[in-house]
């Protein structure tokens, strides 16, 4: 939606039932008339299809989320964490690269005074911030990406907590 992309198919899964086991492919109905009708069950579907409880929880997280407003406040949110993510990489003394992401889906690249992925740096981060009280993951081809995807009830006082956890990672490296 954030680039104007319309797909042909959409995998999505626990997300929509907060962390619930539940999966769906949804599609345009040109893709999905092409699927030969069903003549039963087919095996390798069957894990999570239809489960009711996987469905009365994803309806439940669904209205939630728009009673809530949660979409619009990761929107509101995305602007003051990527400034603050920023004036992190700026301060960090060349250790971060990149700082991409959308709505409250980050990732803050660690990278070496070359700027080679640094895995080891991003391992530092994520053990300074959990002895600090913040859970945050190395992730990506290099586990060298710092990954933050804070809940969407989050609030910005707890986001700016995040940052100066995150900032005083960064500052015990040597």
Partial sequence: EHSGIVPDLLCIGKGMSSGFPISACVGTAKVMDRWPESRGEAIHTSTSL???AGCAAALASIAEIERLGLVERAADLEAPLSSMLQELRDAAGGRIGQVRGRGLMW???????????SPSIAAAVVSGALRRGVIVLAAGPSCNVVSLSPSLTITLEQLRFGADVLRDAISELS
């Avoid at 990732?107 to 992925?117: F, L, Q, R, S, Y």
């Fill in 50 to 52: 239809g489960n009711p």
């Fill in 107 to 117: 990732g803050i690249e660690c990278v070496d005074m070359t700027g080679a992925p």
